[in-house]
């Protein structure tokens, strides 16, 4: 294979409200923590034991003013996107931060909806479209499963 793939798809919950930053009149920076959780039993004394592993997300624009509209800390989301490590030096040390660059995020389960489990998506416009308000919705090809909502999306 000559190629290679930086690919990431995670299911979990946002440890804490989204944080956006505004740099100019056009672009934003949202981000949030998210927890994944893996669970099994122990076989010599069939204890459960729950591991949670922390992720820090990151999304532009459009989507970042989305995720902060309508999530929340607690919330359940589908991320995809790609795996980014930062890097700057700190007084004359070398610091690294690995972040999840979505691209693609599903609200799954919102505190701030109407009271229902609402789906929604958003998929963020390709470089090249220079479009920023592409905008899928997750059931878009399932017309019987049509949602009752007040989302924009």
């Given amino acids: 294979m000559s190629g290679s793939l930086n690919k990431v798809m995670l299911i979990g919950n946002l440890g804490d409200d989204v944080k956006i930053h505004y ?7 949202a981000r949030f923590p998210m927890a994944t959780n893996e669970t099994y039993t122990l076989r010599e ?3 459960r034991v729950t591991q949670t ?8 624009n459009r989507l970042a003013e989305l995720c902060e509209k309508y999530l929340s800390k607690g919330d359940t989301v ?3 996107g790609k795996i980014k490590t ?4 700190d007084n004359g040390v070398d610091r690294y931060q690995t972040e ?6 599903q609200f799954l389960n919102t505190k701030k909806s109407s009271g229902q489990s609402e789906e929604a998506s958003y998929t963020r416009p390709s470089e090249e479209s220079k479009s920023d308000t ?3 919705d997750s059931n878009e090809d399932n017309s019987s499963n049509e949602l009752n909502d007040d989302l924009p999306f």
Wanted: charged letters at 30%.
């Fill in 53 to 60: 592993e922390w992720h820090r997300v990151v999304t532009r």
């Fill in 134 to 136: 592409q905008v899928n």
């Fill in 78 to 80: 589908f991320v995809e």
């Fill in 100 to 105: 999840i660059h979505a691209e693609t995020i």
């Fill in 45 to 47: 004394s069939n204890e």
């Fill in 86 to 89: 930062r890097k700057w030096n």
């Fill in 23 to 29: 740099f100019d009149d056009k672009n934003c920076i």
